[in-house]
Each structure stands twice: as C-alpha cells, then as structure tokens.
C-alpha cells in the first residue's frame, strides 16, 4: 500500500520539445488520492501534450520522449504505450469520442474486458471463442453507471444516444475498470447542455469521494472553480499558477491564462478608425464549418483597418472567413462596398476584390506538387486573367510564362521567401516560406480587402515577425483592409488596430487592442458553449 | 539542392545516379531489356529491321488511346478503367460512317465527325457519374466500362445495320465481330508519306496525326483552362478556393479523354485493317493504363513525354518478347508468351501507381 503522505501522482521537471521547439518546460505537478484537478491555459499553453505524456501515448515516444519524471504512488514509471498507463489504473476521456455507435452502452462500456464463459469451441480453438457473460456484464455496467452518479441507458444503442450520453458512457468505461485511480477528463463538458454539464461535475464529485483523482482539463472556469480542489493554469508550456481553487476567481484564472509581459507587446502606432466608412457589414451571419461551428455574428469592418478575430479554438472564429469566402456551407448577409456578396460562391467573392490565406496551408492554400510560380500566380489568372496572353481575339488564352516568372521572383525577394528559385516545388519549402507563399498569392490577386487566418500557425519566431510585418505593409502601404484571424492573443494585439473576440459562435465583444489583455481573456470564455 | 552544386566536380558515379533518379530504375530496366531483345531478334532470325517497323507501327495504332488518359490524370480523375466507353463512341462512329455508303478517306473523316457527338455526350454522362462519387473514380470506371461493353454487345446485334460489308451473311441482320475495312479507311494514315526502305516501314501519316494531337494536349495544357485543369487534379479544395469550378473541370477533362478514346480507336483500327465489335473493347483500358504507367506516369501527374516514352516500351515489349521467344524455342506459342507479357506488364505497371502529396 502507498504511505498516505505520498502523492498519487507526480510530475517532477517534465521537459519536452518537438524539434527544438519546446512546449513543455519544468513542469511540477502532484495529485493525491481523490483529489480533483483543473488544468487551463490557452490553446497551445501544453495542456494536451503533457497529458500524452502522462498516457504513454506514441506521438510522444516517436518525437523522442520526454525529460522528467512521473511517479505513481511514490515510484518512477514510463509508459511506452497507452496500455501501460492503462494498466497502471490511469483513465483517459478525449475530446473525440472513441466508441462503436452499433453497440448498446453496455457492450461499450466493457469491450475487450468482457465477463466470459468457456464454451466447447472455445475449448478447442482457445479462449477468443469464448461465449459473453451478458448477465454479468450487465451487473458490471450498472455498477460502473452508479459509480458515476448519472443515469444512463445501459441497452441503448450508442449510434441513438444524445451527445452528452456518449459523454457519460466513456466516462462509465473508464470507471468500470477496478484498478482505476485517476482519470483524465479532457474538455469533456464542451459538448454538453447545460444541465448534463451539471450532471459531470456531480459525477466528477462522486469519484473524488470514492477516492479517484481527476484531472479536469476545461475552458469552463467556473466549472473549474466549482468542482476542483486546486487550479493549475498552463500558458507557453509553462505552468504559471497552482494555487487551491479556494483561493483564486474566474477573473484571475483568465488574467493568468493569456497575460505575458503583455503591456509592453501592444504596439504604439494602433489607429483609431471609427470614424472611416465601414467597407464590409456582416449581419446575421451562420457558418456550417464542422468544429469552427458560426452560430450569429453581425460585424462592421472599417475600411483600411486591421481587424483582429481571436477567442479559443472551436469558437468559431476561423468559420467567419471560411464561410463568407465560399469554402463552407454559410447564411446571413454580408454586404461590401456598397453590394452584396453572395454566399457559397468562392469565385464571385474573388470577383468582389476579396481575397482569402487560408489557416489550412497544405490543404486549401497550396499546390503542394506544383512549382511556386503556379501557387503565386494561379488565383490571379484565373479570377483576373493576369499572367495571360491572348491570341485569336481572346479565344486561346495562354500562360505568359516569363509574366509568372517575373512575379513570382519578386515576391521571393519582397516576402524573403527561402528557395532554390520560382521553379521549386512548394512542399519542398518549410512551413513558413509556405506561408510567405500564401501571402504572395494573395497580394497577386491585388485585393481590396484580404482575409488571413491563422498566419503565424506552426512557424518560427523569425518568419513569424516577417508575416506579420508583411501584412503590416500591404496594409499601410496599399490601404488594403485587412481582416486577421489568429488563436494568439499577443499577436493580434501587436498588430491590430481592433480585436474582436468570438465566443460560442458569436461576437463577444470587440475591444480596442491597447485594452488590457485579461478583458479580452474575459470575452474568449463568456460565452463558450 | 542539387541544381546549386558545381556540376563540375561530379563523379561519373553521381552523374549517372542522377540519370538514373530522373529516368527512373524500372523504365531503365525495361527499357534495357526491349533493347537486349532487339540485339537477340536477328540471332534467332527475327529480322531486325522487321521487328523495328512493327514496334513503330504498334506505338502509331495505340499511341492516342494512352494520350486519352493524360486529361482525366491532369483532374485528378485517375487512370481511366472507363476507356471502353470512348471506345464504344468511336465503333458508333465507324459502323455509322460505312452505314451510311461512305467509302475511301471520307469514310475515316464522316467516323470522326459522328464519333465525336457520341463520345461527348457518353463523356457527360460519365463524368457527371464520376463527380458523384468523388474518390472512388477509377473503380467505377472499371465497371462503367465494363457494363458499356456488355451494353453494347446486345446492342451490336439489335440496331438495324444493313450494310452488306458488316452484317453477318445468313441473317442478314446484326453486325459481325470482325469487319474488314478494305475498301474503307484501311491504313488511310499509314499509308500517307509512308516510308519504306527494305524491311523498314514506318507509318508517317499515323505518326503525324498522334502528333498533331499531343500537340494540341500540350498545348491545350498551357491554357488557362488547361492550367485550372492541372490545378484540379493537383489539389481540388485550392482550386476551389481560387474560383475555379471544379465540376465543371472534370466533366470537361472526362469528355476529353472519351473523344481520344473514340479516335484512338478509328486510328487503331485504319493501322490494324479491321474494325472488331463485341467484346474486343473490354481489354483494351488496361494497356493503355499500363503504357502510361510505365511510361512514369503518377496518378495525377502525365506529361506527352511519359505517353510517348510508356507506349514505345509497352508495345516494343509486348510484340517482341512473343517473336524472339518463338523464335528461340522453335514452337508456336506466340499467343501465350504475348498474353504472358502485356498481363506481366499491366501488373508490373500497376504497382507503380503513385499517390500525390496530401
């Protein structure tokens, strides 16, 4: 038996880098019996990569381990697989649900665990063939659904379930395992009411008595402040608060959660553009982006502004360009210059002087096999027939081979793209010469007004500040309106003029970017569904 | 990388990785061996210049039913399993064509002209079908060609041809499987400007008519439609983003390739002297997919050059591995030993098929 002064579990200095980048640095954490943690910080802070870690699961291993310790009651243990952690009493509730829709919650609930009896097949052939315990499995299962507290069907079938009743049967797997002593829940009320929410966090309760500790990972401060014994709150892999939930407050959570030194990052030179015509007037509008859901957002965007659009990931802030570009199913009016632009129709935005860099680079923004001179020009010739010339009275329109060439170097040199040459294939670039490249391709269309998602995602500090500078210029220089979509908050506040901050699917709020960042750390989680 | 190093300094030994690399191993291996075969034919008194003719004259019949894959491999629609299909398009077109009492060169023009409306409306058709099913094209282009064939084979025997030269003899009704087209546009190509010098023949006319058409691909591939075509194949969701309809894209590179399929066939059949109804259709998609194949292309990436290239070594192998072989063993077993290597070298190809980054 452990000694009752030992911790459950402990994390001494976890240490972990992808590549040189590293996203987890000295980490401590410890966790006793029956004690429930809530961990938060922003996308990205390292919250789920230090849960890996934890699960033993491969993506760690396979980027070359971690640095550290983890100790379970006292001694050191290293999960190699997600078995082991398993084994070892630690459960793991994801985001995504992992159960087979055409099984009754009970099946689910112990798959591969099953109660089973010998049969004379199974006697010859081995124990594969054995025959179900049905009758105790349902004994299993009802103690594993009154362990949590919460009624749910144990026949019905999961594929007929609500939402929320998937929620409670992973949670009753994880539970149905004898041996469990903590169990990871992460963002596990994201997709529930809020009435089964309430539910969780009684059932999350319920554990905590019977001696299991939770690890509570959430955007839903108050959740955390109502159920756990003590806050840790995560932000740039390191673990900036960890204080007894007692003695702390929604307020100070989102403070601690997105401020940096962050007085200093905001930039002196933001513009006040209230009083410019409005270029673009979204009302009403929907998005039916899958995970970037855009439920009602109405918006005026000033011309020649850089508007910011933060708030969490899954909030739907990436959904209001994707939606009003035509790339997914959207409702609602959004009026430029003066008309109307309609909906679903990718090209006649294009023809509207709209331009789009997508946050999905290897999927939308580029031609991964082709060379940077089909990814430069491609959009422009076919929305403005640049890059072309014409014989038989424009009924042959052919690729002005040298126009290409001749833009796609002087973006290379403008944008400090690194390559070979204009005739390098684009998935031959890193990540943030392919990003320069998106941009590249957006300038060549000349817009009036540009949207850009996500443009700093996945690359270094150095390209980061050439993007941002780089948009930074066209705006200034060409009076493009600029709309910027970002998950970091810092990023938007040292380039933007406004920010608006999506929350649950609509506009929370928008506030100048010099206002101090714990009042846009407010927005981001006063609405999250 | 390697354009940076100074050339100079190169080995023989990198040089010759670097033309292996670009070549590609495999096409050098085949390659290498059609080559040994052609050293081999006058030792087992297969002549030389005679095995050359009949390879250029293989390559001038199926040269543009390998041409007809490079649009649907520039959308991004795959191999086309469905070339039956254009096939089909361009047997209407001949049958019709002698039907109606056209005679001599006219006859291969009028094949043409009514092939063509056939083949673009079975093309829409079945590119409406593969914009459907978007992902699984080339297994249902397998059966859409498959199914044609069958099709027609009912409808072969029920239309109502009367033309003597092509109904079967006792019941005067039905078409034959075989139909000779003397008289007709029999070597109509082959026969202009061609070249003959001993043994030596080569087809100019035929030659000059594939050419003409990988001209006008290549051409047509440096269009801006062309370009959005490539861009399609190459990644849909960018195209789409950039305001092309990729619909439309794809129905246009689909009816494309069946109208190359329906003169491929016309072409194929003034070089071969017969036009072959029934089930002759049925086999024909795999060697072409082979020879493109081979000839290095991916499954969305083709250029004229891997048409050229695949359908030389393709043909060169499957007509001189039967005539050597025989030759060698002194016994008629041509048939199987061609059955052995054009299936040896569909599978060969098949597994080179290569997937585009994602």
Same mark, same amino acid.
């Given at each position: 038996?452990?000694?009752?002064?030992?911790?459950?579990?402990?994390?001494?200095?976890?240490?972990?880098?992808?590549?040189?980048?590293?996203v987890?640095?000295?980490?401590?954490?410890?966790?006793?019996?029956?004690?429930?943690?809530g961990l938060c910080g922003e996308n990205g802070a390292g919250k789920s990569t230090?849960m890996?870690?934890?699960?033993?699961?491969?993506?760690?291993?396979?980027?070359?381990?971690?640095?550290?310790?983890?100790?379970?009651?006292?001694?050191?243990?290293?999960?190699?697989?997600?078995?082991?952690?398993?084994?070892?009493?630690?459960?793991?509730?994801h985001q995504e649900f992992?159960?087979?829709?055409?099984?009754?919650?009970?099946?689910?609930?112990?798959?591969?665990?099953?109660?089973?009896?010998?049969?004379?097949?199974?006697?010859?052939?081995?124990?594969?063939?054995?025959?179900?315990?049905?009758?105790?499995?349902?004994?299993?299962?009802?103690?594993?659904?009154?362990?949590?507290?919460?009624?749910?069907?144990?026949?019905?079938?999961?594929?007929?379930?609500?939402v929320g009743?998937?929620q409670?049967?992973?949670?009753?797997?994880?539970?149905?395992?004898?041996?469990?002593?903590?169990?990871?829940l992460d963002e596990p009320t994201a997709v529930l009411t809020e009435k089964e929410a309430e539910?969780l966090l009684?059932?999350?309760?319920?554990?905590?008595?019977?001696?299991?500790?939770?690890?509570f990972i959430t955007h839903r401060l108050h959740e955390i402040l109502s159920?756990?014994?003590?806050v840790?709150v995560m932000r740039d892999g390191?673990?900036v608060s960890?204080?007894?939930?007692?003695?702390t407050t929604v307020n100070e959570i989102s403070k601690k959660m997105v401020g940096r030194s962050v007085e200093?990052a905001a930039k002196?030179d933001i513009r006040d553009m209230s009083g410019a015509r409005t270029v673009m007037s979204i009302r009403r509008l929907w998005v039916d982006m899958p995970g970037e859901t855009v439920r009602d957002v109405s918006l005026d965007i000033k011309e020649g502004e850089i508007l910011g659009i933060g708030g969490l990931a899954g909030q739907g802030k990436l959904g209001i360009p994707n939606g009003i570009m035509g790339l997914y199913e959207a409702g609602g009016t959004v009026e430029f210059d003066g008309k109307q632009i309609p909906l679903n129709s990718p090209?006649r935005c294009l023809?509207a002087s709209l331009a789009f860099v997508s946050e999905d680079r290897r999927g939308v923004g580029?031609?991964?096999?082709?060379?940077?001179?089909?990814?430069?020009?491609?959009?422009?010739?076919?929305?403005?027939?640049?890059?072309?010339?014409?014989?038989?009275?424009?009924?042959?329109?052919?690729?002005?081979?040298?126009?290409?060439?001749?833009?796609?170097?002087?973006?290379?040199?403008?944008?400090?793209?690194?390559?070979?040459?204009?005739?390098?294939?684009?998935?031959?670039?890193?990540g943030?010469?392919?990003q320069?490249?998106c941009l590249?391709k957006a300038?060549?269309l000349?817009p009036k007004f540009l949207f850009v998602s996500e443009p700093t995602r996945g690359i270094?500090v150095?390209a980061k500040a050439?993007v941002l500078e780089a948009l930074r210029?066209f705006n200034?220089?060409?009076?493009v309106t600029v709309v910027m979509i970002s998950s970091e908050l810092e990023e938007l506040r040292s380039i933007c003029d406004r920010i608006a901050i999506v929350s649950g699917g609509r506009i929370a709020g928008i506030l100048p970017a010099s206002d101090p960042s714990e009042d846009f750390g407010m927005l981001m989680v006063s609405m999250v569904k | 990388?390697?354009?940076?190093?100074?050339?100079?300094?190169?080995?023989?030994?990198?040089?010759?990785?670097?033309?292996?690399?670009?070549?590609?191993?495999?096409?050098?291996?085949?390659?290498?061996?059609?080559?040994?075969?052609?050293?081999?034919?006058?030792?087992?008194?297969?002549?030389?210049?005679?095995?050359?003719?009949?390879?250029?004259?293989?390559?001038?019949?199926?040269?543009?039913?390998?041409?007809?894959?490079?649009?649907?491999?520039?959308?991004?629609?795959?191999?086309?399993?469905?070339?039956?299909? $254009?096939?089909? *398009?361009?047997?209407? &077109?001949?049958? =019709?064509?002698?039907? !109606?009492?056209?005679? %001599?060169?006219?006859? /291969? @023009?009028?094949?043409?002209?009514?092939?063509?409306?056939?083949?673009?409306?079975?093309?829409?058709?079945?590119?409406?079908?593969?914009?459907?099913?978007?992902?699984?094209?080339?297994?249902?282009?397998?059966?859409?060609?498959?199914?044609?064939?069958?099709?027609?084979?009912?409808?072969?025997?029920?239309?109502?041809?009367?033309?003597?030269?092509?109904?079967?003899?006792?019941?005067?009704?039905?078409?034959?499987?075989?139909?000779?087209?003397?008289?007709?546009?029999?070597?109509?190509?082959?026969?202009?400007?061609?070249?003959?010098? $001993?043994?030596? *023949?080569?087809?100019? &006319?035929?030659? =000059?008519?594939?050419? !003409?058409?990988?001209? %006008?691909?290549?051409? /047509? @591939?440096?269009?801006?439609?062309?370009?959005?075509?490539?861009?399609?194949?190459?990644?849909?969701t960018?195209?789409k983003a950039?305001?092309?309809?990729?619909?439309?894209?794809?129905?246009?590179?689909?009816?494309?390739?069946?109208?190359?399929?329906?003169?491929?066939?016309?072409?194929?059949?003034?070089?071969?002297?017969?036009?072959?109804?029934?089930?002759?259709?049925?086999?024909?998609?795999?060697?072409?997919?082979?020879?493109?194949?081979?000839?290095?292309?991916?499954?969305?990436?083709?250029?004229?050059?891997?048409?050229?290239? $695949?359908?030389?070594?393709?043909?060169?192998?499957?007509?001189?591995?039967?005539?050597?072989?025989?030759?060698?063993?002194?016994?008629?077993?041509?048939?199987?030993?061609?059955?052995?290597?054009?299936?040896?070298?569909?599978?060969?190809?098949?597994?080179?098929?290569?997937?585009?980054?994602?």
């Amino acid at each position: 038996m452990a000694d009752r002064n030992t911790p459950l579990l402990e994390m001494r200095n976890i240490k972990k880098d992808f590549f040189g980048n590293q996203v987890l640095s000295d980490i401590n954490l410890t966790l006793s019996e029956g004690e429930v943690l809530g961990l938060c910080g922003e996308n990205g802070a390292g919250k789920s990569t230090l849960m890996k870690i934890l699960f033993g699961m491969d993506v760690i291993r396979e980027t070359g381990g971690y640095e550290g310790d983890v100790l379970l009651n006292g001694e050191k243990v290293q999960f190699s697989t997600p078995f082991d952690a398993l084994a070892a009493g630690i459960g793991m509730v994801h985001q995504e649900f992992s159960l087979i829709p055409g099984f009754t919650a009970t099946e689910n609930i112990l798959l591969n665990r099953e109660p089973k009896k010998r049969n004379i097949i199974s006697e010859i052939f081995g124990d594969r063939l054995d025959t179900l315990d049905y009758n105790e499995m349902t004994g299993r299962a009802e103690r594993a659904i009154g362990k949590m507290g919460f009624s749910i069907d144990k026949d019905m079938v999961i594929s007929e379930m609500p939402v929320g009743h998937k929620q409670f049967t992973e949670i009753a797997r994880e539970l149905s395992k004898d041996s469990l002593k903590l169990l990871i829940l992460d963002e596990p009320t994201a997709v529930l009411t809020e009435k089964e929410a309430e539910a969780l966090l009684d059932s999350i309760r319920a554990m905590s008595k019977q001696g299991i500790a939770v690890i509570f990972i959430t955007h839903r401060l108050h959740e955390i402040l109502s159920v756990c014994d003590k806050v840790v709150v995560m932000r740039d892999g390191f673990v900036v608060s960890d204080v007894p939930a007692a003695e702390t407050t929604v307020n100070e959570i989102s403070k601690k959660m997105v401020g940096r030194s962050v007085e200093t990052a905001a930039k002196a030179d933001i513009r006040d553009m209230s009083g410019a015509r409005t270029v673009m007037s979204i009302r009403r509008l929907w998005v039916d982006m899958p995970g970037e859901t855009v439920r009602d957002v109405s918006l005026d965007i000033k011309e020649g502004e850089i508007l910011g659009i933060g708030g969490l990931a899954g909030q739907g802030k990436l959904g209001i360009p994707n939606g009003i570009m035509g790339l997914y199913e959207a409702g609602g009016t959004v009026e430029f210059d003066g008309k109307q632009i309609p909906l679903n129709s990718p090209r006649r935005c294009l023809d509207a002087s709209l331009a789009f860099v997508s946050e999905d680079r290897r999927g939308v923004g580029l031609l991964l096999d082709e060379t940077l001179e089909w990814n430069v020009a491609f959009p422009a010739m076919q929305v403005q027939d640049k890059f072309l010339k014409s014989y038989l009275g424009g009924l042959i329109k052919w690729r002005d081979e040298k126009a290409i060439r001749d833009v796609t170097e002087r973006y290379i040199d403008e944008l400090q793209i690194k390559c070979t040459g204009s005739k390098q294939k684009a998935k031959e670039l890193s990540g943030g010469n392919q990003q320069k490249v998106c941009l590249a391709k957006a300038f060549a269309l000349e817009p009036k007004f540009l949207f850009v998602s996500e443009p700093t995602r996945g690359i270094d500090v150095g390209a980061k500040a050439l993007v941002l500078e780089a948009l930074r210029r066209f705006n200034r220089d060409s009076g493009v309106t600029v709309v910027m979509i970002s998950s970091e908050l810092e990023e938007l506040r040292s380039i933007c003029d406004r920010i608006a901050i999506v929350s649950g699917g609509r506009i929370a709020g928008i506030l100048p970017a010099s206002d101090p960042s714990e009042d846009f750390g407010m927005l981001m989680v006063s609405m999250v569904k | 990388m390697n354009e940076t190093l100074d050339k100079t300094n190169l080995t023989l030994g990198d040089r010759l990785r670097g033309f292996v690399d670009a070549f590609g191993l495999p096409r050098l291996i085949i390659a290498a061996f059609l080559l040994m075969l052609y050293i081999a034919a006058p030792f087992v008194g297969a002549g030389f210049w005679m095995q050359i003719s009949n390879t250029i004259n293989r390559f001038s019949w199926n040269a543009i039913m390998v041409l007809a894959m490079v649009p649907m491999i520039h959308s991004g629609c795959g191999l086309n399993f469905g070339l039956p299909l $254009g096939i089909i *398009s361009g047997l209407l &077109g001949a049958t =019709l064509s002698i039907e !109606l009492g056209f005679t %001599g060169p006219m006859s /291969f @023009l009028m094949a043409i002209l009514i092939a063509t409306p056939f083949s673009v409306v079975l093309g829409m058709g079945y590119g409406w079908l593969l914009n459907k099913i978007k992902g699984g094209e080339m297994m249902i282009a397998t059966y859409v060609g498959f199914s044609s064939v069958s099709f027609m084979c009912m409808m072969w025997l029920l239309l109502p041809y009367h033309s003597p030269t092509m109904v079967w003899g006792y019941a005067g009704k039905g078409l034959r499987t075989t139909i000779s087209l003397e008289g007709f546009y029999d070597k109509v190509l082959a026969g202009f400007l061609q070249i003959n010098i $001993g043994t030596l *023949s080569i087809p100019t &006319g035929t030659l =000059l008519f594939f050419a !003409l058409l990988a001209f %006008g691909m290549w051409a /047509f @591939l440096h269009t801006k439609t062309g370009t959005a075509m490539t861009a399609v194949g190459s990644n849909p969701t960018f195209a789409k983003a950039a305001g092309v309809n990729v619909d439309k894209m794809r129905m246009l590179s689909v009816v494309l390739s069946t109208w190359l399929a329906a003169i491929g066939i016309l072409v194929y059949e003034q070089g071969f002297g017969f036009i072959q109804l029934y089930m002759a259709p049925f086999y024909m998609a795999l060697p072409a997919v082979s020879a493109i194949l081979i000839g290095g292309a991916s499954v969305n990436k083709a250029s004229i050059a891997n048409v050229i290239i $695949g359908t030389f070594l393709f043909q060169g192998i499957v007509t001189m591995t039967p005539t050597v072989m025989n030759n060698m063993i002194h016994m008629d077993m041509s048939e199987v030993i061609r059955v052995v290597a054009s299936q040896g070298m569909i599978l060969y190809a098949l597994t080179r098929k290569t997937e585009a980054t994602k």
